[in-house]
């Protein structure tokens, strides 16, 4: 899939301590053919001397498109699911349901169990790179 100025899209963080985490950012330019330059969405993250937003390089394996909107109206215990929390979507698993509006979710990656409202997770999914398209993860 090819990306063009402007377009939002989707990084991976591939980081320590924060393996499975994604943002939604805007592309600002190419830089050849594997690196692009972005800025994040929105634009609440300052560089460190308060210069400006925080722009970075990343290679083009680490984007994808926004997912698709998947309508859900309950989620299920050990569902994958992304969660909204500080500026990113993290990956975790339903662990239980807690009242009619909120969700305990399990992180894997830092052993976390953290409670969030229904209107801050979303379904799964994974970005089929070869067929463009975005898959829904099996549990």
């Not at 800025?39 to 210069?51: I, R």
Request: glycine fraction near 6%.
């Amino acid at each position: 899939m090819k990306f063009k100025r402007a377009d939002r899209i989707e990084v991976v963080d591939m980081s320590s301590g924060f393996f499975g985490l994604f943002y939604d950012v805007n592309i600002m330019s190419r830089v050849g053919r594997r690196l692009t330059s972005f800025n994040f969405v929105p634009c609440l993250m300052l560089e460190a001397d308060h210069s400006g937003f925080l722009r970075e390089f990343v290679t083009t394996d680490k984007i994808s498109p926004n997912p698709t909107d998947v309508l859900v109206t309950d989620f299920v215990l050990g569902q994958k699911v992304d969660d909204f929390a500080n500026d990113g979507w993290w990956v975790g698993r339903i662990a239980s349901k807690i009242g009619e509006t909120e969700y305990l979710v399990r992180f894997d990656s830092t052993n976390q169990d953290i409670i969030y409202p229904f209107a801050n997770i979303r379904v799964h999914q994974d970005w089929d790179v070869a067929n463009d398209v975005w898959v829904h993860t099996r549990n």
